[in-house]
């Protein structure tokens, strides 16, 4: 079966860091991204990992582990605009489908 | 740039009714994909298209038609709308091929009621 896992809400203060986790049990794996999408607009692409490691890009960074079907996204630095879902998705064997899981509402308060 | 266009933004339905949402991409992207998404639930895959004239089921096809006459359009019809319908539709696009692991590019979404 399929099934990716986060945390439902997270509360963090301006200028902190932040860590969601993901873990997830696909059929497949070909590859995991991290989306953000605020409240009533579209899904935007942040990262993608399909190697082991750590992918810096500014204030974001991810990192997986595909051996214990892990991910985290690290968010340093926040600020109020980072409030927002942040959603982890993991593309099937043959790169057609994407699973997503339910999605972390971040809340960054000052 | 205008990306994925999703007509319409809005739409409330009676229970029976049907009804065609639109999605165009002008990016020359093979892969399509529409997701509902529902409170707690996060998006569902529907149907998909690896190109033109190929489609498959998603997660959760059930009372949904698709068709890919173009490369550019992926419509998605409701056949008898239901109140267990009600959601936001997303539609998606992504490159195949050598570009299959880029990610999806989504429109801003059509906000649906079944009455």
């Known amino acids: 079966g399929q099934n990716i896992d986060q945390p439902t809400e997270m509360t963090a203060t301006e200028g902190a860091i932040v860590q969601i986790n993901c873990t997830y049990q696909t059929s497949g794996f070909n590859g995991l991204f991290w989306y953000q999408q605020h409240a009533g607009e579209a899904p935007t692409f942040l990262s993608y990992n399909v190697l082991d490691g750590l992918e810096e890009k500014g204030r974001f960074s991810s990192f997986l582990s595909r051996s214990k079907g892990y991910s985290y996204l690290l968010l340093k630095e926040l600020q109020m605009k980072d409030s927002a879902s942040y959603l982890c998705a993991v593309k099937d064997t043959g790169g057609f489908k994407t699973i997503f899981g339910a999605g972390t509402r971040l809340f960054v308060k000052a | 740039n205008a990306g994925v266009t999703q007509t319409p933004k809005f739409q409330v339905l009676k229970t029976g009714q049907s009804m065609t949402l639109q999605c165009a991409q002008d990016?020359?992207?093979?892969?399509m994909s529409w997701y509902r998404q529902d409170p707690g639930m996060g998006l569902r895959l529907i149907h998909y298209?690896?190109?033109?004239?190929?489609?498959d089921q998603g997660e959760v096809p059930n009372g949904y038609n698709v068709s890919r006459s173009t490369t550019e359009d992926f419509p998605l019809r409701l056949l008898s709308a239901a109140p267990s319908q009600t959601s936001v539709y997303f539609c998606a696009s992504s490159m195949g091929g050598q570009g299959r692991n880029q990610p999806q590019h989504f429109g801003d979404g059509t906000r649906l009621s079944i009455l």
């Open positions: 990016m020359n992207h093979e892969y």
């Open positions: 298209s690896v190109g033109a004239g190929i489609t």
